[in-house]
């Protein structure tokens, strides 16, 4: 169902489907993934945060789980996700408590 309210001054603006953003988009997705935030219109809901590491499917999210009115907040995960910013730096422990200092990763 679409949900369009007249008082949220619907009209022209950024559309994540025009040709320009896409084509920007589709650059971007050559050389990273991109960190997706979808932000539901009037959904009552929490965003949805993604990952996509191609066109296609970034695409098909937008065309086959959106409505009008739904916000994309796009970043690059290269320019985001780096070793120089990371808030924790973390392994997974086998039972006694261990983990390995180096590994093939």
């Given at each position: 169902m679409t949900w369009i309210v007249e008082s949220d001054e619907w009209g022209a603006g950024p559309s994540v489907l025009a040709t320009d953003t896409l084509v920007r988009i589709r650059a971007i997705l050559e050389e990273s993934p991109v960190i997706v935030e979808h932000r539901f219109y009037r959904g009552a809901s929490a965003p949805m945060r993604l990952i996509f590491e191609g066109y296609e499917d970034f695409l098909n999210h937008v065309k086959l789980q959106s409505r009008p009115g739904d916000h994309f907040?796009?970043?690059?995960?290269?320019?985001?996700?780096?070793?120089d910013n990371k808030v924790e730096d973390a392994k997974l422990p086998d039972l006694q408590g261990r983990v390995p200092k180096h590994g093939p990763y």
């Open positions: 907040l796009i970043w690059r995960y290269d320019e985001l996700c780096r070793d």
